[in-house]
Every structure is written in structure tokens, then in C-alpha cells.
């Protein structure tokens, strides 16, 4: 694994690396095509220190998992841009994480049923009265009628990135400046 | 190229993509070191039809860019939840755009300039009361210290699809409902 290059960036803190994830609504999963990178945005679940998700049974991204299951499924929050007279330190402020790792499809039921329901609790949490049940998950279709599978990362190798205000610059705001350079 | 497995949802205007490129503030960079993906979230601009933005000259990113200039730059905006009383028809209103190409470094310094002044209109359009110089852009540097690039991608193929508000499905609001399975 290469080191982080800015590594004044880097963030260590495992605990709001996981929350980050947990409430972040988009991740963004890479695989490759032979020579030829592919990225899908994705909604996404954290459950005991994995990433899952759900897709189509059918199509490229399950293609592409079956041909090379190494994934890298990216995180970032873009928390806007900081001004100053400079150009070169007009920048922006963010926080992201690299997640690296095998993707396996879940077979275990009730794993997949935890995680479906795992991913209900994030996204619409409170909206259903009653919990998901393995019968539920064993009928699941996605709209074209295909089944849908549910995938696990389990991360070898992680890393985060935070770009935090800057207190000596300032958020932008649309006030006009002379370039200073 | 595979097409879109859910064709219903591709979006074949070719204006409304270039209006939501211009908009969105962040793009996914999905590149291959190997068999492993990697994938990197970048501010972006879109200027003649090519997608430009800015690195260190030095880093992983360039390194693996070297090795491999294939890539793919996801684009993706997410609407929000759509429920429905079936967990199988809650779902996600997006757009996303995927374009595929090989990557180049901008060697001409007018097309660099250009570039790195579209990325200031983008990010803080009128902050600055005067333009970049071709000088300034000789003497760039990050704030690390190494020169920045400039890179371009004139992609080769593009696809994008969208997942429009379902008039028959609510945005989720919290209210609480019993599952219909």
C-alpha cells in the first residue's frame, strides 16, 4: 500500500472514519474491465466493520465482480471551497476514505436479511413498523424482476483523508478579491 | 461498450448532461494499479466537451496514470429516498454520468491556463477580479511544494442515467408505515 503523499491529510482516527461512513449516503465502488476502470455510485451500508450493499443479479457490475472481485470503494464528503488572494490556496475542504478488499457475495440468509435491514435503518430509519424477514429477502426482486444479491467488503486496507477549514482562509461567499500573485 | 441494463432509465440528452456536469462540484476518478481499482474523488470542469482538473506532478494518482491512462469519471448526484409501504420499491432519485477515456497531461500552456481559469469560475465564480497569467500557471505550484498538472480526458464514450422522482412513490419524511411484503 503506498503512503499517503499529504500525509498532514491523513486521518487515523478510526472512530470518525466509521461514523463518516455511517452517515454518508454515496459511495463510489471501483472495478476494472481488463485494462479499463469502471465506478458506480452506490448507497451502501457498514455492519461489524464491512461494507454492503445491493445490485442486480444480472448486468456489467456483477459481471465485472465475477471477472476481479478487488475493489476500491471510495467515500468522500465535499464540504465546500476556501477562499484566498491566492489562487494556489483556493482549496476544499473535505473529508474522504479508500476502503481496498476482496467483494464476496453474501449467501448466508440471515446475513443478507441483516444487512438489507441494516440498510432500511440508514436510509429511511423509523419508515417501517415491522423488520424485514428471511422469507421477504428469499423473494426479493429488484424492479426488472431479477433477483438481487447482496455483496460484502470486508477492507484490507484503508485510508482517510480530512481537508479541514482552514482558520486562516475563509469559505466563499462570492465577495470579490484582487489575485494576489 | 455494454449498454444500460435498466435502458429506462438512460438519459440520451446530451445538453442536460452537460448542464449537470457543469454543475456538480465533485467527480470520482476510477483508475487500475494492476488488477487493483483506485478510485479518487477531484473538483473538475468540463471545457469543449473534455473534462479538465488538476494534480500534483507528483503522488500515486500520476503514478498509476502513467501506467495505465485509462479511466473512468463518475458524476452523481443523489435526490434522496423514495419509499414505498414494499422495501423492494423504496429507492434512490439520482442522476449519474460515466465517461470513459484515456487521460493526458496538458502540455500547452494556453490550454492550461484556460483550464485552471475555468476551475476558478466554476468553484468561485467573480472572486477574483482579474485572470489567471500564463505566468502564474508557469510558476504553480501545490501546497506542497511539487508542481501541479493540469490533465484532460476527452471521453471516448459516455453513459448516463437517471432515476427520476416516481410521482406514485413519496420522498421519505420520516413518517412511520407497515411493511406490504
Given at each position: 500500500m503506498n503512503k499517503i503523499r499529504q500525509e498532514k491529510l491523513e486521518c487515523k482516527d478510526d472512530k470518525r472514519i466509521e461514523q463518516f461512513l455511517s452517515e454518508t449516503r454515496t459511495g463510489y465502488l471501483g472495478l476494472t474491465d481488463g485494462e479499463v476502470p469502471y465506478v458506480v455510485p452506490l448507497n451502501f451500508v457498514m455492519m461489524k466493520e464491512a461494507v454492503y450493499f445491493h445490485g442486480a443479479a444480472h448486468g456489467r457490475k456483477i459481471d465485472l465482480i465475477h471477472s476481479n472481485p478487488n475493489c476500491c470503494f471510495t467515500v468522500s464528503e465535499d464540504y465546500g471551497t476556501m477562499v484566498s488572494p491566492i489562487p494556489a490556496k483556493t482549496d476544499t475542504a473535505y473529508f474522504s476514505v479508500m476502503l481496498f478488499g476482496v467483494l464476496e457475495v453474501v449467501t448466508d440468509l440471515n446475513e443478507a436479511t441483516a444487512a438489507m435491514q441494516a440498510i432500511l435503518d440508514k436510509?429511511?430509519?423509523?419508515?417501517?413498523h415491522n423488520s424485514l424477514s428471511q422469507a421477504h429477502i428469499e423473494k426479493y426482486r429488484s424492479s426488472l424482476g431479477s433477483h438481487t444479491l447482496v455483496y460484502r467488503l470486508v477492507p484490507s486496507v484503508h485510508t482517510a483523508k480530512e481537508n479541514p477549514l482552514n482558520p486562516q482562509l475563509a469559505f466563499y461567499s462570492g465577495r470579490k478579491v484582487d489575485m494576489d500573485i
Open positions: 436510509y429511511v430509519p423509523g419508515y417501517y
